[in-house]
């Protein structure tokens, strides 16, 4: 195959240097290279979402986005959302409101529901169906997945602040 | 302390799944790892003629390219483990890369494993294949006629199997005074578990041990499987199964592709993984549902249901998927009557080879099948003599005194009080204003429908004695270790393999509530066969009736031997000790005490003991049921139809159902919430195509519709507690129920909206177009 | 899947006719066609590179003409295997002369496999009216061209 190509992402916050393929999808620069498994791939035509990752912090699908075309990028994955410790809004009302079942898609519709969050901090349930319409979850029926967005944006506003993704580590060559 | 078995507690599964630390097959990396890509058939039936493998083999990177001929001989088929009796079921040989002729569009033709999996899907493009195309049949009732293109040398006409159940004959019939016939049919879906099918195989050439990580639902049923495929012997076998990212019973069956990536990963010394993408999945991993239904329903004209009689000509796919042949038989068969008391019940099927990707169990299995002919059959019925659905409903109702009740299909039925879980709904959904509310909206020319549902369905699979009667190769029953360690802490190892359902969560709180130690001193191990002693896996809504109870008489072990050294520390007789909140104590002197972290010490220590009792404290329970289960309820739906466009809007959606105890509510709502998506995805979106090539149409997300967030609004459910009585912990399963419950629930109010124009009866999916059909085709008649 | 199509040429029957009939015609006109070379009378073999929507890649396969009744009709047989799958079609051309100009009418029934099916058959039916109407238009280009 075609000559392979150096690429440098910030993924996470850490600076991350990879040769890849051209042909070579994020996805599988960020399961396969970089070790970061939380991200999944559920399909083949970006209908599922469960791919979802943040791109300079607007959701995409990282299954349909080339590793070549972040070149340069900002990644954020489920893994640099946050942690047990310090847990984001939208993961804690995951785990608060039983938004899922299997876990598979859960990564990917987080990332969604931290997308959808951005641009419209207090949606209504109506607003929050909508905005799912990029991802299929297959166990929850969908009512507890809104309920956790909900759960996220209350207790965002609460805090007062719009929350931004944490970025860990200083931003350093890995 | 506050009882914790009833209790929402926060899912113990969710930590890691939520951080991005769970751990599915492909996540698996190993080093030296290849990976697997399967070459698959285009064409629905051919014959192989030659296969040139020589540009994939040369391809840099590629390491090895297997046909089914390099396979012959190597490598055993796969097998079907549900025979059901006396149907001259006929089992043709599956073999795991098709030698000589291809019988669907996806059976595997040639693997090829490569240093990357881009490589891997290079080589698969330069593989040349010959085929001679043959002709081909997708539907059932086409392939059971004469001339049409028999699948499998010796198999007549295409039959697989003839099952026959019941006793409902024609004097039934011609003496009954309503007789209702409606032919159904029930559309072929695509489970489609948002994790595809995945397995990571490594082999120790020294010691002769494989381990497969592998999607599974039943990890143990698939080392007993593929040990026979591969000639590995069980003790050499491992398979690994923690995270599991959906089944819904697709990922019961065992498949080729898992043992081809073993049998490569042996001959070639190194690991190998294969990750099914999602065309795949749709073409090669088990579909569910695809029957036809002609039913016969009797009854008097005051109402009482006296008769029913089904023929099922069911599409089993290509070749017979592992638990096939039971879905259309004994799981659909044996639930026909429902919660009605009917005196006569008969079902004929038959089971039939087509060009088409294998079906299997689809959350329900049979029983929503069942379920949707027969509450659609009373609602047609109840039309016909004029009563109203429910007023025709509650009349035929088993009475929760008449319990255990025998059917005219041979089950007992457990335990009930169903006419408590229809009111509930009533009253929640406002039926009697809803009704007037119709009439009104009527003469405005908008029409609301009501759909009613009052089910039972058959779960907890199931006594082993039983499984054996009806064909099942295998046993039902399941284990249970409960390790309480020197420190108190527990270790819960269970054969149930759950894949998203959240027992992790509840079978730690039935120790921890039965046990008195604390919720989070307890850890809950599943899905791996070396770790767990034997089990029979997650599916028929099994692993809290059957798998929860093996827990709690594991626990009982554990406190039997517990009492005895609590007995001996206090220096009493073990009659005048009681055990209550993890502590046991003197009767009548409750100071003097020792709580069970104590005597787990003791126990370990073992300086100290009564004679006769050996060291260390765990129990162990192999805990066969006496019997099924059997949850119920009464689901309700409101819609609107729009008669312009043939839209459906879903109003209102009430679930009241009843699964015994109710160990988590919040998880039990859950799968109730998934359940109802599911049912509601087969009535209005989901369905799969095939056309007259046998080319599966519907082969992506793009062209198969799965329900979505935006097509719903928020569901109201509520449960009943009847608790079962003939298990310990008084449970019964809640996985399926949703699904059972929801699809003629919708069907029927819709039917219900389009009364005025005459419309009866609409094939599923019921999409606005087939809807609009109807509502023009009532208006020329009328 | 049934396809009509229809094209109306500024030119006589006989003139289009012996056009569609000529080898050399039908290697500048076949869309992506990169070899077309005779087996026997009226049968070819032939690569085409397609670049349609899901139709995409290399497909080797045969072109055949046959049952010809100047000036009337012809049979068009085309099959082909490339990556996505295979495709084949049987279609009946038919010449009308209509006042001095020439109706083309192509009635094909066409059949795909694999990814074709399975991915593309939504938009098989209007990829093949597109590849059908780049031929159709290459020959009128070609008699264009003959004209000048």
Not at chain 2, 631 to 643: K, L, N, Q, R, S
Not at chain 2, 684 to 700: K, M, R
């Amino acid at each position: 195959m075609s000559q392979k190509q150096h690429v440098t992402l910030t993924v996470n916050g850490v600076k991350r240097s990879l040769e890849v393929e051209p042909r070579q999808l994020l996805v599988h620069a960020l399961r396969d290279d970089l070790g970061l498994t939380g991200t999944h791939v559920g399909c083949d035509t970006s209908q599922c979402g469960a791919c979802t990752v943040l791109l300079n912090g607007e959701a995409v699908k990282s299954c349909t986005t080339l590793t070549v075309q972040a070149d340069g990028a900002e990644v954020t994955t489920v893994e640099g959302l946050g942690d047990m410790n310090d847990l984001h809004p939208v993961q804690e009302g995951f785990w608060e409101k039983h938004g899922l079942q299997c876990g598979f898609c859960t990564p990917g519709v987080m990332m969604t529901a931290v997308g959808l969050l951005k641009h419209n901090p207090n949606p209504t349930e109506e607003e929050i169906r909508e905005g799912l319409e990029g991802v299929i979850c297959r166990c929850t029926g969908y009512q507890n997945i809104v309920r956790a967005v909900q759960y996220a944006a209350q207790k965002t506003s609460q805090q007062g602040t719009a929350v931004e993704v944490a970025a860990a580590g200083s931003g350093s060559e890995e | 302390m506050a009882s914790v078995f009833g209790s929402t507690l926060k899912r113990r599964e969710d930590p890691r799944l939520i951080t991005g630390n769970g751990q599915y097959s492909e996540d698996i990396q190993l080093p030296g790892m290849l990976y697997a890509s399967v070459l698959r058939s285009p064409h629905a039936h051919a014959r192989i003629v030659n296969i040139n493998t020589d540009a994939a083999k040369a391809l840099e990177g590629v390491v090895a390219v297997y046909t089914g001929k390099d396979l012959e001989g190597k490598i055993g088929t796969v097998p079907t483990a549900w025979l059901p009796p006396d149907s001259n079921i006929q089992t043709p040989p599956h073999e795991v890369l098709a030698v000589n002729k291809v019988r669907y569009v996806g059976d595997g033709v040639a693997l090829v494993v490569a240093e990357n999996r881009y490589v891997a899907r290079d080589a698969v493009d330069l593989i040349q294949v010959t085929y001679a195309p043959l002709p081909a049949v997708a539907e059932q009732e086409q392939a059971i006629a004469d001339g049409a293109p028999i699948l499998h040398d010796g198999v007549e006409n295409n039959v697989a199997f003839h099952w026959q159940a019941g006793n409902a004959t024609d004097d039934v019939f011609e003496n009954a005074e309503v007789i209702v016939k409606q032919r159904f049919r029930q559309q072929r879906l695509i489970p489609n578990p948002m994790e595809p099918r995945a397995a990571t195989a490594q082999y120790n050439p020294a010691t002769g041990e494989m381990t497969l990580w592998a999607t599974s639902q039943n990890p143990h049923i698939h080392r007993f499987l593929l040990s026979g495929i591969l000639g590995i012997p069980e003790n050499k076998l491992r398979i690994v199964s923690v995270d599991v990212g959906g089944g819904f019973g697709a990922k019961i069956a065992c498949y080729p592709d898992e043992a081809m990536v073993a049998y490569a990963a042996r001959d070639l010394k190194r690991p190998v993984k294969w990750v099914e993408d999602r065309r795949e999945n749709f073409l090669v991993t088990s579909h569910g549902r695809d029957m036809v239904l002609d039913v016969e329903f009797a009854g008097t004209k005051d109402g009482d249901f006296t008769a029913i009689r089904v023929k099922n000509i069911a599409n089993m796919g290509a070749y017979l998927s592992t638990a096939g042949p039971g879905v259309p038989t004994i799981l659909f068969g044996l639930i026909v009557p429902g919660a009605y008391k009917i005196p006569y019940a008969a079902v004929d099927v038959y089971g039939v080879f087509t060009n088409t990707t294998p079906t299997d169990a689809y959350r329900g299995a049979g029983r929503p099948e069942a379920t949707y002919l027969l509450e659609r059959m009373v609602d047609l019925f109840a039309a016909e003599i004029g009563k109203d659905p429910v007023e025709v409903r509650r009349r035929n109702l088993i009475q929760s005194h008449e319990f255990p009740y025998n059917t005219a299909m041979g089950l007992e039925y457990d335990s009930g009080n169903y006419e408590v879980a229809l009111d509930k709904a009533l009253a929640m959904v406002g039926y009697e204003e809803l009704r007037q509310k119709q009439q009104e909206l009527r003469s405005q020319g908008r029409h609301l429908g009501i759909g009613v549902t009052t089910y039972v369905e058959i779960c907890g699979l199931g006594p082993s004695q039983v499984a054996g009667a009806v064909g099942f190769q295998g046993g039902l029953w399941e284990s249970a270790t409960v390790r309480v360690h020197p420190t108190g802490k527990v270790t819960v190892f269970t054969g149930a393999s759950p894949h998203g359902q959240g027992e992790e969560t509840t079978f730690a709180q039935i120790v921890s509530q039965r046990l008195g130690v604390p919720f989070e001193d307890i850890e809950v191990v599943h899905g791996d066969t070396n770790r767990i002693a034997m089990g029979w896996g997650t599916y028929g809504s099994r692993t809290t009736p059957v798998g929860g109870n093996a827990i709690a008489v594991a626990v009982d072990k554990v406190l039997e031997k517990a009492k005895k050294i609590a007995a001996h520390m206090l220096e009493v007789s073990e009659e005048d000790v009681r055990f209550e909140d993890g502590k046991y104590s003197v009767e009548g002197a409750p100071t003097r005490s020792v709580t069970i972290q104590e005597v787990t010490l003791q126990a370990y220590l073992a300086w100290n003991l009564p004679q006769g009792v050996e060291p260390a404290l765990e129990g162990t329970a192999f805990y066969d049921p006496v019997n099924f289960v059997y949850p119920f309820g009464t689901h309700i739906c409101v819609v609107e139809v729009d008669e312009e466009t043939g839209d459906i809007d879903l109003v209102k959606y009430v679930a009241v159902d009843d699964c015994g105890r109710v160990i988590n509510p919040m998880v039990a709502e859950g799968q109730v919430h998934g359940g109802i998506v599911q049912g509601i995805g087969q009535a209005l979106w989901e369905g799969a195509v095939y056309d007259e090539q046998a080319q599966l149409l519907t082969g992506t997300f793009m062209d198969y519709a799965m329900p979505k967030a935006r097509f719903f609004k928020e569901f109201e459910t509520a449960f009943t507690e009847t608790p079962a009585p003939q298990n310990p912990l008084g449970v019964k399963g809640i996985g399926e129920t949703g699904t059972i419950a929801s699809t003629p629930t919708v069907v029927n109010a819709v039917m219900d909206a389009l009364r005025p124009f005459g419309v009866k009866d609409i094939n599923m999916p019921l999409t606005p177009e087939r809807v609009w059909n109807a509502i023009e085709k009532g208006r020329q008649e009328a | 899947m049934k396809i009509t199509f229809q094209h109306t040429y500024n030119a006589p029957r006989e003139q289009v006719w012996t056009l569609l009939q000529d080898e050399d015609t039908l290697v500048r006109t076949l869309p992506g066609c990169k070899r077309l070379h005779l087996v026997r009378d009226g049968l070819y073999e032939t690569e085409l590179g397609l670049d349609v929507g899901p139709i995409k890649g290399l497909f080797e396969g045969h072109v055949e003409m046959c049952e010809q009744e100047e000036p009337t009709r012809y049979r068009l047989k085309l099959s082909g295997r490339g990556k996505p799958g295979e495709l084949t079609a049987d279609s009946w051309v038919f010449l009308e002369d209509k006042d001095g100009k020439t109706v083309v009418t192509c009635d094909a029934d066409a059949q795909v496999s694999g990814l074709l099916a399975s991915v593309g058959q939504r938009v098989t039916g209007s990829v093949a009216r597109m590849l059908l109407g780049r031929f159709f238009k290459n020959v009128e280009a070609e008699l264009r061209r003959s004209a000048s």
